[in-house]
């Protein structure tokens, strides 16, 4: 049965505070055993870099292998101080046939934070220590202006750390263990060697189809970009539109001129 009482909000006691019996349990209870008002963890600070600036740049080194040849490039180029804009442009130099998703700020960033590079004046001194410009207030036609101070002109300049580095990288050395680690490939090695010696360079397919079906490259099966990208970290082959062998390269040629290279086919 339904039941068909009627009741009237006027019945309850007007002075009636729901959240009266709630403030009562707070004010009873111990405040400590209430949860935090985030769970958020607090923030923990980065651990400190034990390695010495030596210690970083070599592992950035190795970390961007392929960018290895640019970074150095730039530490060479700094070892006189050079105007940021002219490190930027080296920089676009360099990678002209080797594009990269990193920009010359990109590299320089992390060659200052390897201790590699480090901002200076144009007189030589820590650009750290240069105070913030204040800015002198200036009238123009009755109307007075803020008007800021340029900053001192700054420029990059290779660090200690980042001139060992430089002095480290022995390309020719890495050339002869490659050599020593690899004596099977040296008619290979000869081969791009001195088809990327021509004057116009040489392809990739061209390459391809005068090692790609020697009996030496085919247990175990190898291919011409095999040799190529081993050739090029050692900086004996780059790429500047076509493959092409450089200094390095062509000390190479002359560690292998006693090496017999008689091109062969399969079918051969």
């Known amino acids: 049965m339904t039941d068909s009482r009627n009741f009237s909000l006027d019945e309850f006691d ?44 070599a592992d950035l080194l190795k970390a961007m292998a392929p960018r290895r040849k640019v970074l150095l490039g730039i530490l060479a180029f700094c070892e006189e101080p050079q105007l940021v804009d002219d490190v930027n442009a080296k920089v676009d130099e360099l990678q002209a046939h080797n594009f990269s998703v990193y920009t010359a700020a990109d590299l320089t960033a ?14 030589g001194g820590s650009f750290e220590d240069v105070e913030e410009q204040e800015p002198e207030v ?22 200690a750390a980042g001139m060992a580095a430089v002095e480290a990288d022995r390309p020719l050395d890495r050339l002869n263990t490659l050599f ?21 360079g040489a392809t990739i397919k061209a390459l391809g189809d005068a090692v790609d079906k020697d009996p030496l490259v085919q247990k175990p099966r190898l291919y011409v970009a095999h040799f190529v990208d081993k050739l090029e970290k050692c900086d004996a082959v780059e790429w500047v539109g076509s493959w092409t062998t450089t ?10 001129k006693d090496v017999e290279d008689a091109p062969a086919t399969e079918e051969e």
């Not at 209430?34 to 970083?56: H, I, K, N, V, Y």
């Open 14 to 57: 007007e002075e009636f505070d729901p959240l009266e019996d709630v403030e009562d349990d707070l004010e009873e209870g111990d405040a400590s055993d209430l949860p935090p008002a985030s769970s958020t963890p607090e923030p923990q600070a980065a651990p400190a870099d034990g390695r010495s600036a030596e210690e970083r740049t």
């Open 110 to 123: 992390l060659l200052e934070r390897a201790g590699a590079l480090e901002h200076v004046t144009d007189e």
């Open 180 to 200: 020593a680690e690899d004596e099977t490939y040296l008619p290979i090695y000869k081969r791009v060697l001195t088809l990327c010696a021509a004057n116009e």
């Open 138 to 159: 200036v009238e123009v036609d009755g109307v007075e202006y803020l008007e800021v101070k340029q900053s001192a002109p700054t420029r990059w300049a290779t660090t």
């Open 247 to 256: 200094e390095v390269g062509r000390t190479g040629l002359e560690i292998l």
